[in-house]
């Protein structure tokens, strides 16, 4: 025997009422013998409460939500029984709902309504829901017949959630199951006194009645039937990776009801807990659903947390003063007080200091807390002995639960560090010696990226997912686009990384898609919808999604969004950047973005700033912490000048040249960066820096490379009309030169003192820097380590897709970084 319910929706309309039918069916025809408990249809239970409470105040149109009443049964009622039929059906409802009204006009003549007649209001809903089931049901060939549990399940005469008593029920139960076998389609909720009055079994009450006959008719299983795919890791509606369980036990069941998932409600079920019976959770609407098992078995042992629940919206109050330390009775006054005044605790936790006392109520019940523990605690707190109460709001618990985590370490760990790497800091911790959930009080507005976070890595550890926001399409922003583009499918399945374009712009428009941008199309078509944009406007929108595992990718050339990278960070969101303004700016703000990463414990990164994609900074980094100490950093830093300088050969123009190398894109949106010594002289700044040097933009001396009138050009194009004029000026330097066997490079040098230059030199066929080609950098550290042979690097220094892919690479180092 198994024992089924179905709750309201299930019942909801003749359509789904069809859907119950063709499950039961299913049921009679495999020939396995159930049992039916069923709600009421779906509202009805509050309209009769609803109805009983307008006649009691003496609301005339008690009647039309009656008539409302009545009309959503009969109209099932002509859906579901064919008319030949349909006489006899609506004769007995109607003789139902004759009783109904009688009763509800005689609380309307007393303007009472007791929680006695309550009961008996409420009982209609089961009542006519069962009989139209049962009728349809034999209708459909499935013979069934309703059962009025009034006749079977006694309780006391506490009316509004009634005790009841199981050596009667239970063997009036098993009696009237030895002499009915038709299908008995059972009324939920409802109950009878020894005196025969109707009585209701409370909050969860159909789940109460299928657990009691379950257990009277030793049920093989107890299944649930409701709306949604069983019990889920947590709530989809915010976390839409979430997936159902295939298992969980008792317990876990119990704390996840706690925390709001409403699917069971297990201190309803306790009956069949007792005796062991297994609870299955189904889908109505997806019979082909298992369904998620409950035992007293967790099952999935590789699975230390099951689920992950919270409560949206708690308070934290906090007692807390030197008075309470090691003096015995104090929690019991303060949570004796609370109860008595009717506040219920969510969640405790008391250092071992015993400093202070902190718990979590419901908002609801914050001031009133409050005020309970200054009148218990009015003489410690005159006496200063105890602190002023203190209360936090805005606060949301989230629990992770699962049997599977007792004694298994590392367990709390990945949820501290997964809460740290999103930025989110915990106010409170609470976790029983059960070991069966860890419980922490967040910042209510956290609590959307949190479940996501802690979902992903508990859940999802095979498929991480990294939110990348894009400021800047331009050459640099659309080429790793595109490589983003190419890569994703090989991310996606050999690495189980998905990367999401969750927000992208140029300087003009800015679109977001929390579920990812389709990148599949032109950057053109991306930004077709966007809204109008500019940085501040971004990253405003960037920190109010407050996603989880996100990265900003600054791609844009000028200061408008490096000014937003301190509060970026200060949001927990990584930074990665080949704009080099933020780090050779003031030093004031290099260090303050330094901090602020630090402190976030979020990344960064930034080397493509020196040497575009060749790892220049990165080696120093490590060269630093290895605690070598830098002697001298010497370097051909512009891949545009090391190209023009490369190149540049009797008989060509310089200006034409340039005109080449932006094509190529090597320079600079504006190559007077370039040309005129600005990229190479931040570049040795930021390498100073890097090596520990405290410098500021003006401590680098750039010896000048270009004519004035070149830097005073109103535009890039009036630049290059000057250029052509300073074309045999290059020249001539170039052919003195190569008379003497040399060859131009402007070269930036740091040397020990922390002194900066950059200059134009001429170097001779022996140095390292004399045979370069195209684009290539080369930088040269001299350390103690490095001494009599310095640690060179060399390569391609500049240009599109060497940039792109070294960003590229620091968008996976975070993602690597925040996700394990
Ligand atoms: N070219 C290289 O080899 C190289 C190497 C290393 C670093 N970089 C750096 O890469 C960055 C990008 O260079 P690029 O050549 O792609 O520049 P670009 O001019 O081609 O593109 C810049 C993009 O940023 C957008 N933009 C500008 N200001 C904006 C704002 N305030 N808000 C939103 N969007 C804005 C523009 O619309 C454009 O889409 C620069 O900081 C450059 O120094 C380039
Ligand atoms: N314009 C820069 C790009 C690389 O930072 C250069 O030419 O080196
Ligand atoms: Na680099």
Redesign the pocket.
Known sequence: MKVLKFGGTSVGSAKNIQQVASILSDYQQSGQRVAVVVSAMSGITNKLIEVGNRAASGDETYKSLLKDIEATHLTAIRELIEVRRQSKTIAFVKLLLNDLEDILRGIFLLRELSLRSLDILQSFGERLSSFIIAEYLSQEGVPAAQLDARAVVRTNSVFGGAKVDFVTTNSAITKYFAENDKMQIITGFVASSESGETTTLGRGGSDYSAAIFGAALNAKEIEIWTDVDGVMTTDPRVVPTAFSLQQLSYEEAMEMSHFGAKVIYPPTLQPAIKKNIALRIRNTFNPSFPGTLVTAKSGQEDWPVKGISSIKEISLITLSGSGLIGVPGVSSRLFGALARGGVSMILITQASSEHSITFAVAPSDAVKGKKIIEEEFFNEMASGKVNPVEVEGNLSILAIIGENMKERPGVAAKLFSALGKNGVSISAIAQGSSELNVSVVIEQKHLYKSLNALHEIFFLSDMAELNVFMLGLGLIGNTLLNQMKDQAEYLLTERNLRLNIVGAANSKKMIFNETGLDISLSKEEILAEGEASNAELFVEKMIEMNLPNSVFVDCTPGESAVKLYENILLNSISITT?N?IANSGTLEYYLKCQAAAKRRGVKFLYE?????GLPVIGPLQDLRRSGDKIIKIEGI???????LFNTFAAGMKFSELVKQ?KEMG???PD?R??LGGV??AR?ILILAREAGYHLEPSDVVVEPILPQACLDAASVDDFFVELEKANDLFEKQRAEAEAEGKALRIVATLDEEGKAVVSLQAVGSTHPFYGLVG?D?MVVFTSRRYFSEPLVIRGP???AEV?AAGVFAEIITIGNFLIN
Do not use: C, F, Q
Request: proline content about 7%; aromatic content about 6%; hydrophobic content about 25%.
């Open positions: 080949p080099k493509t700033n020196v040497g575009a830093l512009s891949g545009t000048l090391s190209y190398a090597y320079t600079e190559p960066d370039d990229d190479v570049k684009s950098n220094g500049a240009g940039t």
